[in-house]
């Protein structure tokens, strides 16, 4: 999950990123990239329709206050989940104005965030999560099958919907797709998600569609391990719930 948390106060932004990855963690959420920023300007500067999942904003910043930041991002994105920290009441019927999912007052404890994050619907938020190719077009992660690359263009086998091709280079891609921990290249210009994995037996990888992939030898110990990893994850994250 990729998370922004901007707060003018050096102290609660490092305990909210603090205690926000630990209740992630606690939920069974492991493969997490949450940014900090110390101001909104900051933030707006960074931020891009899509790049995030979940944003906390603290309302009473100098420059642009929270609220404002958030009508900026709530006019080109609707599915990002809005969160406000502050030490007041009084934006509270503005945080309804941008469809804010969470208000918490400060001092903000674990418990609060955890409290939080129960209320977002991780799962289905995971659920929604994309990348944006250079040419525009919008992928949902968990529709991915696999890609394979071939003569500059990549290609991307989905579970529903018709196969996506771009121009991209494989180092490119690779580094778009693998910062999420479910994605692995497992052969030459091949990448799998581990969700979509039925079975994984010695160097044979067979899909939830009934295609089988190989991995090549020199990756094989390191898909294996990665693989076990994500599973035993998938383990604690059921077993929470």
């Known amino acids: 999950m990729r998370i922004a948390i901007t707060d003018d106060d050096p ?14 963690s606690s939920l ?13 300007e900051e933030l707006l500067a960074m931020w891009t329709a ?10 009473y910043m100098d420059g642009i206050q929270g609220i404002d930041a958030a009508r900026k991002i709530r006019k080109q994105d609707e599915d990002v989940r809005l ?5 007041g009441n009084d934006f509270a019927s503005e945080s309804y104005e941008v469809h804010a999912h969470y ?29 944006t190719l250079p040419d525009g077009k919008k992928v949902i992660l968990r529709n991915i ?16 919907g018709d ?36 079975s994984l037996h010695e160097n044979i990888i067979t899909l939830s569609s009934g295609e089988t992939l190989y991995i090549s030898r020199r990756k094989e110990k390191e898909i294996q391990n990665a693989y076990a990893l994500f599973l035993f994850e998938q383990t604690r994250k059921e077993m929470r719930k």
């Not at 102290?11 to 992630?24: I, V």
């Not at 899509?50 to 309302?59: A, M, N, P």
């Not at 099958?145 to 529903?160: D, G, R």
């Open 11 to 24: 102290q609660d932004l490092r305990r909210l990123s603090e205690m926000t990855k630990h209740g992630l």
């Open 28 to 40: 069974g959420y492991y493969d997490n990239l949450i940014d900090t920023f110390h101001n909104a």
């Open 50 to 59: 899509g790049r995030y999942e979940l944003i906390l904003l603290d309302i």
């Open 83 to 87: 969160v406000f920290c502050t030490s």
């Open 103 to 131: 208000y918490m007052r400060k001092p903000i404890s674990e418990d609060n965030i955890l409290k939080m994050l129960e209320r977002l619907d991780l799962e289905a938020c995971e659920f929604s999560r994309f990348v």
């Open 145 to 160: 099958l696999y890609t394979e690359y071939h003569n500059h263009i990549v290609t991307i086998h989905n579970k529903k």
């Open 163 to 198: 196969a996506v091709r771009t121009r991209i280079s494989h180092l490119e891609f690779e580094n778009l797709l693998c910062q999420n921990s479910f994605f692995h290249c497992c052969y030459k210009g091949i990448i799998v998600n581990f969700y979509e994995i039925s």
